[in-house]
């Protein structure tokens, strides 16, 4: 047998175990389809020699011979972005905490040595920033986050404290261990799209016992799911492998993603979804989706305000005993900016309405929950607002609800403006 023989029997070998390993391991379609894919392009080879004979050993060697320069470049681009490029850091991986329900595993997913987004815990911190998903910048670089944003902008020394999942009952547990950094700052950064649902879920954690009403029943939220979960198949082991050990192909992962995140999100296909198309500031509006995480007419939304309206009480009471200004950062629903914008036009869309009651009355009474407590305010909703009227897009194009990158600027900025005006 030649030795192109031997080499496209082995290769259809093993395309032949991987498509069977992938029909047999069952999982979702797309994970099976990519077994089976992998699989043909593995066996074609052999096919190409079968059907073509000696055309085609020769047709295989002119491959070959072609993809060699290519697969050069690829090796030196690869020892180039390892010897320039940043260190990629291994994958978030998240553990139980008692006070928290979840943390990052330190020094996984830009985790520092307390499991937050930052470079390092520092001795001491100028700013110290605490909230969820909003606050650690999901789908924007670190750097591009409103914390660093503000930190780049003042000089000040900041430090974050935030996660998905977060809510009240955390950051009142985040600042007493913030304190610590003894800041002249603290930012807190409440998001009307679901804090007040994580409010309720927070008062089951240890050191919460004080927000129970001894009428209600509240459980501890359920522990992340542990890390190292297996791949689907072989095929898709190898492709998870390929991006974690391979700078190149990584980055070629997150570059292809990126601009997706804009276009397309399973958000999108929420019940209730409207599409709002009028250029630059198209998007998803998801107001059915919002709505129910503030519904006071929900006895369970309903004690979840007043748990949070305790929290900021005790937030404000722990920052004026450390001496520290204490600002409370607004962040409102897209739904809620568009439809306020909307209003400002006299273009109002009906389907927004029930939304922006229900987020207007719990916005007004955390508010001012928010001024007894003496805590001060920095309301992003004007901010976001004026953005759009000015064609500046501060959301996604998707369902996504999370500030972009013109969000966090504007964010950071509002904190900036709010911290020299006293």
Wanted: glycine residues 10%; hydrophobic residues 50%; proline residues 6%.
């Amino acid at each position: 047998m030649r030795r192109i023989d031997l080499v496209a029997v082995l290769l259809a070998g093993l395309g032949v175990a991987l498509a069977a390993q992938a029909w047999f391991a069952g999982s979702l379609f797309r994970y099976v389809l990519a077994g089976a894919v992998a699989g043909g392009g593995l066996c074609l080879p052999l096919l190409v020699i079968l059907v073509l004979r000696d055309r085609g050993r020769r047709l295989l060697r002119r491959i070959t011979l072609a993809l060699l320069p290519l697969l050069a470049v690829l090796v030196v681009l690869e020892i180039g972005l390892r010897v320039f490029g940043r260190a990629v850091p291994p994958p978030a991986v998240l553990v139980a905490d008692a006070r928290l329900g979840h943390v990052v595993q330190p020094g996984t997913g830009e985790s520092d040595a307390w499991g937050f987004r930052n470079a390092a815990v520092p001795e001491r911190a100028d700013a110290l920033f605490i909230g969820d998903s909003q606050t650690w910048g999901f789908f924007v670089e670190r750097e591009q986050a409103y914390p660093a944003v503000f930190a780049a902008q003042t000089g000040m020394a900041c430090y974050q404290m935030a996660n998905g999942g977060y809510g009240p009952v955390r950051y009142r547990e985040l600042v007493r261990r913030g304190l610590q950094l003894r800041p002249k700052l603290v930012v807190v950064g409440f998001y009307f799209g679901n804090d007040l649902w994580d409010a309720y879920d927070g008062a089951g954690l240890v050191g919460a016992e004080d927000l129970r009403d001894p009428r209600r029943k509240y459980e501890a939220p359920r522990p992340p799911e542990p890390g190292g979960k297996a791949s689907p198949n072989w095929t898709m082991a190898s492709v998870d492998l390929l991006l974690e050990r391979s700078r190149l192909i990584g980055w070629i992962g997150d570059t292809v993603k990126a601009p997706l995140r804009g276009q397309a999100s399973l958000l999108d296909a929420q019940a209730g979804a409207v599409p709002f198309t009028e250029a630059p500031v198209a998007t998803m509006l998801l107001p059915d989706y919002r709505r129910p995480a503030l519904d006071l007419g929900n006895e369970g939304i309903a004690d979840s305000l007043r748990i949070a309206e305790k929290c900021l009480r005790d937030i404000a009471a722990d920052c004026r005993a450390a001496g520290a200004r204490c600002l409370l950062l607004a962040i409102p629903t897209k739904e809620y900016c568009y439809a306020e914008w909307l209003r400002g036009r006299g273009a109002a869309m009906s389907v927004l309405a029930g939304l922006y009651d229900a987020e207007t009355a719990v916005r007004n009474r955390l508010l001012a929950s928010a001024a007894a407590a003496q805590l001060e305010l920095v309301d992003l909703a004007p901010t976001c607002i004026d953005a759009l009227a000015a064609g500046t897009p501060i959301w996604a194009g998707n369902g996504d609800g999370h500030l972009m990158v013109n969000g966090h600027r504007a964010a950071a900025q509002a904190i900036a403006a709010a911290w020299s005006a006293r």
